[in-house]
């Protein structure tokens, strides 16, 4: 077995070793961990150093939090904000957590080793007026055919309304498009190839020599869309925050008081599909009895100011003005 190998099988064992363990506890594992290396003399070689490093850093944080009893991570303690939430869903060590950095208000510990992140991390990604939830799962191990799939992982997943594979486009892509696909069929969260949620790529490391051509591999490879990013690019960022907005599948709708400027601070943020009668039940039920028309600037309509009915279908960012029968809506109340 080279080296390197020796390396990544250490990792997986370390992994493994401190994946349920907190507290006094976890600190007891990483120092025993940090003797074998010594007493092996594994740390005549650098990346064994670094992990030495890593693991004080991780053994100093656990040691700040209260005293806990050994237990599973429940990842339903994340709870979930703003209008949706995003699972980033891959191998280790594929970028991630530097991804969660890049787009997101969280400070994700990153390392050049696998499993760095070792429990879901959650950050607030905004985009225009919204805010939405992305949450850094740990990375998948795949040295071995029956690898146990963590339950973590899985659990977060289902409690998101879209999952997203993070593909490193200087590693093997099939077999990491592979893995992830086996996964998710594994799980349940895609049966016969179809899946109720919505499933998309985000290829990490577009600004590496070769992946350019290994980005063509992979659009060869899936008919999911494929997000290329570089995280040095800051209109890339800004266009994969768009793309993710729209895989949760929801639009904003603002409301204008007749004679006033629209209400652009707190859209109405609804699925797709969302029609005029819709939006004036949530803004007063008693409105639908006094509905005449309403007036609509944005896509979905012909002109600026156009009348509609009821069943007018709304785009992202269009404006809605009510006009009511016996007296007109002087006011909008703002959107939750």
Same mark, same amino acid.
């Given at each position: 077995?080279?080296r390197h190998n020796k390396?990544?099988?250490?990792?997986?064992?370390?992994?493994?070793?401190?994946?349920?363990?907190?507290?006094?506890?976890?600190?007891?594992?990483?120092?025993?961990?940090?003797?074998?290396?010594?007493?092996?003399?594994?740390?005549?070689?650098? #990346?064994?150093?670094?992990?030495?490093?890593?693991?004080?850093?991780q053994k100093q944080k656990?040691?700040?939090?209260?005293?806990?009893?050994?237990?599973?991570?429940?990842?339903?303690?994340?709870?979930?904000?703003?209008?949706?939430?995003? #699972?980033?869903?891959?191998?280790?060590?594929?970028?991630?957590?530097?991804?969660?950095?890049?787009?997101?208000?969280?400070?994700?510990?990153?390392?050049?080793?696998?499993?760095?992140?070792?429990?879901?991390?959650?950050?607030?990604?905004?985009?225009?007026?919204?805010?939405?939830?992305?949450?850094?799962?740990?990375?998948?191990?795949?040295?071995?055919?029956?690898?146990?799939?963590?339950? %973590?992982?899985?659990?977060?997943?289902?409690?998101?309304?879209?999952?997203?594979?993070?593909?490193?486009?200087?590693?093997?892509?099939?077999?990491?498009?592979?893995?992830?696909?086996?996964?998710?069929?594994?799980?349940?969260?895609?049966?016969?190839?179809?899946?109720?949620?919505?499933? #998309?790529?985000?290829?990490?490391?577009?600004?590496?020599?070769?992946?350019?051509?290994?980005?063509?591999?992979?659009?060869?490879?899936?008919?999911?869309?494929?997000?290329?990013?570089?995280?040095?690019?800051?209109?890339?960022?800004?266009?994969?925050?768009?793309?993710?907005?729209?895989?949760?599948?929801?639009?904003?709708?603002?409301?204008?008081?007749?004679?006033?400027?629209?209400?652009?601070?707190?859209?109405?943020?609804?699925?797709?599909?969302?029609?005029?009668?819709?939006?004036?039940?949530?803004?007063?039920?008693?409105?639908? %009895?006094?509905?005449?028309y309403a007036r609509i600037?944005?896509?979905?309509?012909?002109?600026?100011?156009?009348?509609?009915?009821?069943?007018?279908?709304?785009?992202?960012?269009?404006?809605?003005?009510?006009?009511?029968?016996?007296? %007109?809506?002087?006011?909008?109340?703002?959107?939750?």
């Open positions: 077995m080279s390396l990544r099988f250490f990792m997986y064992k370390v992994a493994n070793k401190l994946r349920y363990l907190e507290g006094e506890e976890f600190a007891v594992e990483i120092d025993a961990i940090i003797e074998e290396i010594q007493r092996k003399k594994l740390d005549t070689w650098g #990346a064994y150093k670094q992990l030495i490093v890593r693991l004080e850093w656990a040691l700040e939090k209260p005293k806990t009893k050994a237990r599973q991570y429940d990842p339903f303690e994340i709870p979930k904000s703003g209008i949706g939430r995003i #699972a980033l869903f891959g191998l280790s060590n594929v970028g991630k957590s530097t991804l969660m950095n890049a787009i997101t208000n969280t400070d994700v510990g990153i390392g050049n080793f696998l499993n760095t992140t070792t429990i879901g991390q959650a950050g607030a990604c905004e985009y225009e007026d919204v805010t939405f939830q992305i949450v850094d799962l740990p990375g998948f191990l795949d040295f071995k055919e029956d690898w146990a799939l963590s339950k %973590q992982i899985v659990r977060v997943a289902r409690t998101s309304e879209a999952i997203v594979l993070v593909i490193d486009l200087t590693m093997d892509i099939e077999r990491q498009l592979f893995f992830l696909t086996e996964q998710l069929t594994n799980a349940k969260l895609m049966v016969d190839g179809e899946s109720s949620y919505k499933i #998309a790529i985000i290829a990490t490391k577009g600004d590496l020599p070769g992946s350019k051509e290994a980005y063509q591999e992979l659009l060869e490879k899936t008919n999911w869309e494929v997000f290329p990013t570089a995280y040095n690019n800051e209109k890339s960022l800004e266009q994969l925050k768009k793309q993710l907005f729209e895989m949760l599948g929801v639009i904003r709708v603002y409301t204008k008081p007749p004679g006033e400027k629209p209400n652009l601070e707190k859209p109405f943020v609804t699925p797709e599909g969302v029609t005029v009668k819709d939006i004036t039940e949530k803004i007063h039920t008693s409105f639908l %009895q006094r509905f005449r600037w944005g896509s979905s309509c012909d002109f600026e100011g156009q009348q509609v009915g009821l069943e007018q279908i709304l785009h992202d960012k269009d404006i809605i003005e009510l006009v009511l029968s016996q007296k %007109q809506l002087k006011s909008c109340p703002k959107a939750n």
